[in-house]
């Protein structure tokens, strides 16, 4: 907010930045820093100084890797502001009903595509890896989170004899030839991510 000969800016930096600002410049208004926001070890103020000292509060703020923004307060765009999220509140509750209607019609067809996909890469890949005729055995593991390297460790032993590249562990990146990047294990395999609303949980 710009009164005459005063300035406000807006300040990012670490949340223990609070105390040094005034040190930044000359005539920085001192007990003029209030924090707005603070997320993690973030926070942003807001610093009141002389218009003359901006440019050098900027300077010596971006040497300490704060990061310094004017600030103008416009009432205008405040209204204009919380009016937008109040129509963007309104669509999303207007949309949400419909939405779930049709995710509940489409979803299980969708998923099934999904599966059916994921088959095919599997099918392709293990051609491809062991050749034919296709005498390999596809199963669905579903491990609890503590047990997956446990897992991992018991798979590794039971088939490192179907390829002697990957015998040595699963860090192999990237395999000219072979559909699968990263991870690279003797046996062929797929994630399955079914977190699609909330969480990361993969099996």
Do not use: C
């Amino acid at each position: 907010r710009q009164v005459d000969f005063k300035v406000k800016a807006v300040v990012s930096t670490q949340s223990t930045g609070e105390g040094s600002y005034w040190k930044l410049a000359d005539f920085v208004v001192p007990e003029t820093s209030v924090k707005i926001l603070e997320e993690a070890d973030q926070a942003i103020y807001t610093v009141t100084m002389f218009k003359k000292t901006l440019e050098a509060f900027k300077n010596n703020a971006r040497e300490k890797k704060f990061i310094v923004r004017d600030f103008q307060y416009s009432k205008e765009k405040i209204n204009q502001q919380k009016t937008e999220v109040h129509n963007l509140q309104k669509a999303k509750i207007k949309a949400y009903v419909p939405l779930i209607r049709w995710l509940k019609g489409n979803f299980s067809e969708s998923f099934v595509n999904w599966i059916h996909v994921k088959a095919l890469r599997l099918f392709t890949e293990s051609v491809l890896r062991y050749g034919l005729p296709a005498t390999f055995m596809t199963a669905v593991l579903e491990p609890h989170k503590k047990s997956e390297k446990k897992l991992r460790e018991k798979l590794h032993v039971l088939y490192s004899n179907l390829d002697k590249s990957a015998a040595e562990g699963p860090e192999m990146g990237d395999i000219p030839g072979v559909f699968m990047a990263g991870d690279y294990y003797p046996y062929v395999y797929y994630d399955i991510n079914t977190a699609f609303i909330e969480g990361a949980r993969e099996f």
